[in-house]
């Protein structure tokens, strides 16, 4: 990994992790929310979306001494190859869960939302093999990809929240602490677990050009996913009664179904499925890529690609486990508390760890 030739900058980078973060909006985060907090579920976007960039914030200054290094390279100066290949099994696991349940996920909904009834065991192959081919292709295709299309879905997303203002109702907003102060308060702190794809900041570095460009693109994205998830919420609550708004499958879909251009046009949701897909596939991609190249600089493999096939049928197995979609979401919705520690607590304490040791070491 020390000898990579660097093969993008700031833009992918943003790109990438922009997107992480914002795709459980389009699975069902607004309707999460509403039913922890009615009304006020855009108040929980908006405390735990500051701190999570208070967060980013410290992880970037922690990040100073350790240009062009990933978390794995970290894990080896602070605790040899045996902490390098606990960090790294830690790492892998919420990859390849995540992207089982978003696999599954995306199968499911496909079939819901368009007009084309397959099999959703054929559309999950059909997405699989999609997404095998964009991994097999490199880290440097998929940043691209993510650099060609994020800003569409970016500009498809604030379409549909325009689009919406006539269906605003600022009614919506009242009561105006929803399910209480407590409430909203409390939720708010738990609701930092919906940002686990951090775990990308600790992946990106050794693929960015210098410390400056990283710092810049992580702070871009993670300020430009805050607002997208607060701007989506919020557009959501004003346009969903409660307590219909904590029910509803797939809200931004849902918006977009009710959005009508002219009094006598259809309703905007076909835009909604090419976003959709796009977005899926992209995070698919992402995410057994990610798998691969860990697992390659683990076994210190040439061949780190032979990896992407079994990747691809492990998150097979994981997605099509549970009996039903709604078991899916569940077990994932279970399980946010733990993948939290494992995808940013365990990984900031190595970084305070790994600084806390070298100047103990220096000091000696």
Not at 271 to 299: C, K, Q, R, V
């Amino acid at each position: 990994m020390e000898n990579r030739i660097i093969t993008f900058g700031r833009f992918e980078a943003a790109s990438i992790f922009i997107h992480a973060l914002i795709v459980k909006v389009l699975l069902g985060l607004p309707q999460l929310l509403c039913a922890q907090a009615g009304s006020a579920a855009w108040m929980i976007a908006l405390i735990s979306g500051i701190v999570f960039l208070v967060l980013v914030w410290l992880i970037l200054a922690l990040y100073r001494r350790y240009e062009g290094k990933n978390l794995l390279q970290i894990a080896e100066e602070a605790g040899g190859k045996v902490l390098k290949w606990g960090i790294g099994l830690v790492l892998l696991l919420p990859l390849l869960f995540k992207g089982g349940i978003t696999l599954r996920l995306s199968a499911e909904t496909l079939n819901l939302i368009t007009p084309y009834r397959l099999p959703t065991v054929l559309t999950a192959v059909l997405v699989g093999v999609a997404m095998v081919v964009a991994a097999y292709r490199g880290i440097e295709t998929v940043a691209r990809l993510h650099a060609l299309l994020v800003p569409v879905i970016l500009l498809a997303l604030l379409l549909v929240v325009f689009a919406s203002f006539g269906s605003i109702r600022f009614d919506n907003l009242f009561p105006f602490w929803g399910l209480g102060k407590d409430k909203v308060f409390a939720e708010s702190f738990g609701a930092i677990s919906m940002y686990t794809d951090l775990l990308y900041l600790f992946l990106l570095y050794p693929y960015v050009k210098s410390r400056h460009t990283f710092s810049r693109a992580m702070k871009t994205g993670a300020v430009v996913a805050v607002v997208v998830q607060l701007v989506l919420v919020l557009c959501y609550v004003l346009t969903t009664q409660y307590p219909e708004s904590g029910e509803l499958f797939m809200p931004i879909y849902q918006v977009s179904r009710i959005i009508r251009l002219g009094d006598n046009s259809q309703s905007i949701e076909a835009i909604f499925y090419p976003i959709w897909i796009l977005s899926s596939l992209l995070y698919l991609s992402l995410s057994l890529t990610f798998a691969m190249e860990l697992s390659g600089e683990l076994t210190h493999t040439k061949y780190q690609k032979l990896f992407i096939l079994p990747y691809a049928g492990l998150m097979f197995l994981v997605g099509y486990l549970p009996e039903s979609v709604l078991s899916a979401m569940r077990l994932s919705s279970s399980l946010a508390p733990l993948l939290s520690v494992l995808t940013m607590l365990l990984p900031t304490l190595i970084l305070v760890f790994a600084r806390f040791g070298r100047r103990k070491t220096n000091e000696t």
